[in-house]
């Protein structure tokens, strides 16, 4: 995150009274988002400003597991909730960073921080107050910190957001208690053997590499460390992407069909939108996992990092609403069929998978065996090769269901892949193929996951160039007659994309989709540049 940013966080902006303009002093409680100049004034705009101010309460189940509900139904893109984040730092995983905006660094763009020896991009970065905290525990230790090698991931980092985190709890008691009704909850499950042993590993090196054995417990730093692992989002608004804790967004619970979408604003703040109609009374849900992975990946990841066995609808149902999006082919003579087990959700006995229409069965173990075998070859799969993935996908089409996830997974690469340097250089059969996966992953997309809202505006994007493309191909006439459609397209990305922020690619296909809204002349006459 931009250490300027990070700065501008702290500051609530001065805003205008809703009523009369005048410079305001009272904030609506609610939503956060309008100001009053008096209370007079807050009271005569409650008529009007009800029906749009906050559209969630946090309630609580039996069991103490907190969670959202809408308190009026939300239409699709409606704005429910803006936040700044708590904390935020390195991943768990990752190469090293400035710790004062995030970006990756080497020993070229970046210096070891004069105190500390942390390195960080320029003296803004090193001032920051986001870097404040592993600087001052790194003086107090006695000794810098040398970091020799970069571009490879470097385990250092992964004590750094809990660090963050125990500094709050250390030295700023009012910010440490939002932090810390996060940690209230984590009774409520039992985490993994892996998992146990992850935090260990982290909370002995902290206490041992900080020297801070006399501040904070065992039980203290573990605590944070899952309290970390369970809230923290990935932001992918610096390369590599860093982690953020925000406090009314934790409530939200998983789905893996959610009914919201969230997006991060270029300050770090998270922004949370209806994706689909809500009625009043739902529970809200975002996705804490990969919606394009199949149902065994998505609970194993969930099981594994937040503690939980998924048993949302999806989860639920083996055929995923009707896709098949894990389902393999069946091998009988003459079969048309698919296989799936019963229930992915019976984690003790492993179903068998069943042929929908031949009935052959074919043990949990040797259908895994058949999808690692295609999981190997996918990982090894040049993703930036044309030809490597038209292979890959005309390879496995006799083993895997036409809407398999492998298969989306490579055809959202490859759609954009095919026509990147100019889709006018593509040849007939590769234009045609374009189309045709832009389509297939639009139907799969609104049917699983209508809240990834980057990816479908991205597909919907790469379709609309394809479209273009072949009417041009076709002669003018073809061109005039699909304006509407084309324009419609466009309309939807725009509405999908339209909170990305302008440094993500989503965010460069938004404002390419709104240039050639807006100058219907060249969608009517010229072909699409993709650069
Ligand atoms: C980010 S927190 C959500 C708020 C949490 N319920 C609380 O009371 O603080 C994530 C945790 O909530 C629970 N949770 C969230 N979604 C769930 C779901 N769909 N099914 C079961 N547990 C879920 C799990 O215990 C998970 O580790």
Request: aromatic share 8%; hydrophobic share 30%; glycine share 4%.
């Amino acid at each position: 995150m931009d250490a300027k940013a990070d700065e501008k966080l702290q500051v609530l902006e001065t805003k205008q009274c809703e009523v009369c303009q005048k410079p305001a002093i009272h904030r609506c409680g609610g939503c956060r988002r309008v100001c009053y100049c008096s209370k007079q004034h807050q009271q005569d705009h409650w008529e009007q400003h009800k029906n749009v101010c906050r559209s969630y309460k946090i309630c609580q189940n039996d069991d103490h597991s907190r969670h959202v509900v809408a308190t009026r139904s939300l239409t699709p893109g409606e704005f429910i909730l803006l936040e700044p984040p708590l904390i935020w730092g390195p991943s768990f995983n990752t190469v090293p960073i400035c710790l004062g905006c995030g970006k990756a660094v080497n020993g070229e763009n970046s210096r070891p921080c004069n105190k500390c020896g942390w390195p960080v991009c320029s003296t803004l970065c090193e001032k920051s107050p986001s870097h404040l905290p592993e600087c001052r525990y790194t003086i107090q230790r006695g000794e810098r910190v040398h970091i020799k090698k970069f571009g490879v991931p470097q385990p250092i980092y992964r004590c750094i957001t809990i660090l963050r985190c125990l500094y709050h709890k250390q030295f700023l008691p009012r910010s440490w208690k939002k932090l810390e009704k996060l940690l209230s909850s984590l009774g409520n499950h039992t985490s993994t053997v892996t998992s146990e042993n992850e935090k260990q590993t982290i909370a002995e090196f902290i206490r041992r590499f900080f020297k801070v054995w006399a501040i904070f417990s065992m039980e203290d730093v573990m605590k944070v460390c899952e309290m970390v692992m369970i809230n923290s989002h990935e932001v992918r608004l610096t390369d590599p992407p860093f982690i953020a804790i925000y406090s009314t967004t934790s409530m939200i619970e998983h789905n893996c069909r959610p009914n919201c979408t969230k997006s991060f604003t270029n300050l770090g703040q998270i922004l949370i939108t209806a994706a689909v109609p809500i009625q009043e009374g739902d529970n809200l849900s975002i996705s804490y996992t990969d919606p394009l992975s199949g149902t065994q990946s998505r609970r194993y990841f969930l099981h594994e990092t937040k503690f939980f066995w998924c048993r949302c609808e999806r989860c639920e149902d083996p055929t995923e609403l009707g896709t098949n999006f894990s389902a393999l082919k069946c091998q009988s003579p003459d079969c048309d069929g698919y296989l799936l087990p019963k229930t992915f959700t019976d984690v003790q006995t492993l179903p068998d998978w069943i042929c929908n229409i031949c009935s052959r069965c074919v043990s949990s173990y040797s259908a895994h065996d058949v999808l690692e075998r295609i999981e190997h070859d996918l990982y090894d799969l040049d993703k930036a090769n044309v030809e490597e993935c038209k292979h890959f996908l005309r390879t496995y089409e006799s083993y895997l269901h036409e809407n398999h996830f492998y298969f989306a997974g490579v055809e959202y690469i490859f759609c954009q892949l095919l026509g990147k340097s100019g889709v006018q250089l593509l040849s007939d059969e590769d234009l045609e193929l374009k189309f045709h996966y832009c389509c297939h992953l639009e139907s799969l997309l609104k049917v699983l996951a209508p809240a990834e809202k980057c990816i479908l505006g991205t597909v919907l994007f790469e379709k609309f160039s394809s479209i273009m493309e072949i009417r041009r191909r076709k002669g003018s006439q073809e061109l005039k007659n699909n304006h509407e459609e084309c324009r419609a397209i466009l309309h939807e990305v725009t509405e999908l994309l339209k909170n990305e922020p302008d440094c993500l690619p989503e965010g460069k296909i938004y404002q390419k989709a709104r240039a050639y809204l807006s100058n219907e002349v060249l969608m009517e006459n010229e072909n699409i540049d993709e650069n």
